[in-house]
């Protein structure tokens, strides 16, 4: 990329990554909470409030772990342009009639050796050749969830540290979910994150309010060979206007092992952000599941990809 491309770029980390001194209030938060949380979720175009029994519950709403049989982990990794990248791991356990998760997310904006930001401006400066500065964010959420009969409970807290170049900032918040899950054929789930926004009153971070209403519904048993779920998910989001994501997911899954395909649509696309469309897939191995998804980003042009995996025992 030429050195126009790489001052957009960070100007772009800039509006999601700079410390909350530069924030105004409305704004869209650390990038690390804007990202999906899982790649499936990726996939279905964040959609993720009503996705049940993947560990990466953990992120968009703590009552999708209800129906997980003993144990789900989970994985992703996403490359961003230049050396940019995010990875995730979350953990979810089954208790009786509690159910436990853990998420950690990281993403690192890289370092740039030509064009830098300038946190204290909020504009962009040149350095010499090889000076670099880096900005990075890692979000870690602790999830407890009990159920009773179809419905589920649960409540995440969160905490969110952001560094760019020697500013640093540390926030916590939490989310409250709650899920109808029928069996495997059908779920609704709401949620609402960030609650009260940032606790800490030290701390200028912007942790924005989201509500997020969805449905999941499976037109098939998911435990037969043919696979077709389709999900529905309204998001309200603080200074950033409403979004409405509908997803699509389907395949072949025969004596444990198939393959999936999923695409989605979002609506309240953002003025260089990414496409409204994406797409992904997934490759099933008994319990093990491999994924993908796939975004077009306008910014820079490209696409963004993410690769990831699941294991359910």
Do not use: C
């Not at 909470?33 to 409030?49: Q, W």
């Not at 436990?100 to 504009?123: I, M, Q, R």
């Amino acid at each position: 990329m030429g050195r126009g491309a790489r001052v957009l770029w960070w100007m772009a980390v800039l509006m999601s990554a700079r410390t909350a001194s530069a924030q105004a209030p409305g704004a869209g938060g650390p990038a690390v909470l804007e990202s999906p949380g899982s790649v499936r979720a990726a996939g279905l175009g964040g959609a993720g409030v009503a996705l049940m029994g993947d560990a990466g519950s953990v992120f968009s709403n703590p009552a999708g772990l209800a129906i997980i049989p003993h144990i789900s982990l989970e994985a992703g990794y996403y490359g961003a342009p230049f050396d940019a990248y995010q990875v995730t791991g979350a953990l979810g356990v089954r208790l009786g009639q509690f159910d436990v998760g853990f998420g950690l997310k990281h993403y690192d904006f890289g370092s740039e050796a030509e064009v830098v930001p300038d946190p204290a401006t909020g504009g962009v400066t040149g350095m010499p050749t090889g000076a670099t500065i880096g900005a990075r964010e890692l979000l870690a959420t602790g999830s407890l969830l009990y159920r009773f009969g179809m419905l589920a409970v649960g409540g995440t807290v969160k905490v969110v540290d952001q560094h760019v170049a020697d500013l640093s900032d540390r926030g916590v918040s939490g989310d409250f979910g709650v899920a109808i899950a029928i069996f495997d054929i059908a779920a609704l789930g709401f949620a609402v994150q960030n609650v009260g926004g940032d606790w800490r009153s030290a701390s200028a971070l912007v942790l924005p309010h989201r509500s997020r209403l969805g449905f999941t519904m499976n037109y098939v048993d998911p435990q037969e060979t043919y696979r077709l779920l389709s999900t529905i998910e309204m998001q309200w989001r603080e200074g950033r206007g409403n979004r409405l994501v509908l997803g699509i997911e389907g395949g072949i899954v025969a004596a444990g092992v198939g393959v999936l395909v999923r695409g989605a649509y979002a609506s309240g696309r953002e003025e260089a952000a990414p496409s409204a469309f994406t797409a992904g897939g997934s490759l099933t191995l008994g319990g093990l599941t491999l994924d993908y998804a796939y975004q077009p980003v306008d910014l820079l042009g490209g696409g963004s990809q993410r690769v990831g995996v699941r294991l359910v025992l």
